[in-house]
């Protein structure tokens, strides 16, 4: 991974978000996005090898597993990562615009023509919609992934043990999950900071609907 690029993005981020956005973005890049890198790989690695049944049937706890984990929260959570943080690069495209437009009207009409945008990265007329909508969008990619989640998972909560009768499983099997304490504490986790991330987002939006 290019770091230096990914710190220019960052940096990017930050210059053109208020207080609230930059709040958001430490608590992704921190307690999200690292946490998922450095321990949440780790913790679900072993899933589905360490997924075991009480029975030695060809295919049974293949169909098991992919009937109570349909989707791996690793992916879910890698899906929603980047979902949720593509936005704030859209406004950095649209600041990179409008420096580049003004580029080419000084070009035209020489240093002393009017300015189109005195402040490339102030947030009003098209660049605000474009920030607020990135704020929504966010907030609403958090949203419709805590419902997969509690849909997918109830409770957002893994139990110990599944009982499963799926064809080809003789009849019904005791499944065991692995680790089932350990990721039901950075499920938790990722659920709190989740509602954190989107309650910052509309809050950053009402300063932004209140200011203008």
């Excluded at 907030?139 to 997918?152: C, E, K, P, S, T």
């Amino acid at each position: 991974m290019n770091w230096d690029l990914f710190e220019g993005l960052l940096s990017g981020v930050n210059k053109y978000s208020t207080a609230f956005g930059r709040i958001w973005l430490s608590l992704v890049f921190i307690f999200r996005l690292l946490v998922y890198v450095v321990a949440a790989e780790r913790v679900w690695s072993d899933d589905h090898k360490d997924f075991d049944c009480n029975t030695r049937q060809p295919g049974c706890t293949n169909v098991c597993f992919d009937h109570f984990f349909p989707v791996s929260h690793i992916r879910l959570w890698a899906l929603q990562l980047i979902l949720v943080t593509c936005p704030s690069l859209l406004v950095i495209m649209h600041v990179a615009y409008r420096e580049a437009k003004e580029q080419r009207h000084r070009a035209a009409g020489g240093d002393n023509s009017r300015c189109l945008y005195p402040n490339p990265g102030k947030k009003h007329g098209g660049l605000w919609w474009t920030y607020m909508l990135s704020l929504v969008f966010k907030a609403g990619v958090d949203m419709v992934f805590l419902y997969i989640f509690y849909h997918l998972y109830r409770n957002y909560t893994l139990p110990r043990l599944v009982k499963c009768e799926l064809s080809p499983c003789p009849n019904m099997v005791d499944c065991f999950i692995s680790r089932p304490t350990e990721k039901n504490i950075f499920t938790l986790f990722m659920v709190v900071t989740t509602c954190i991330c989107i309650l910052l987002s509309l809050i950053e939006a009402a300063y932004l609907i209140g200011k203008r």
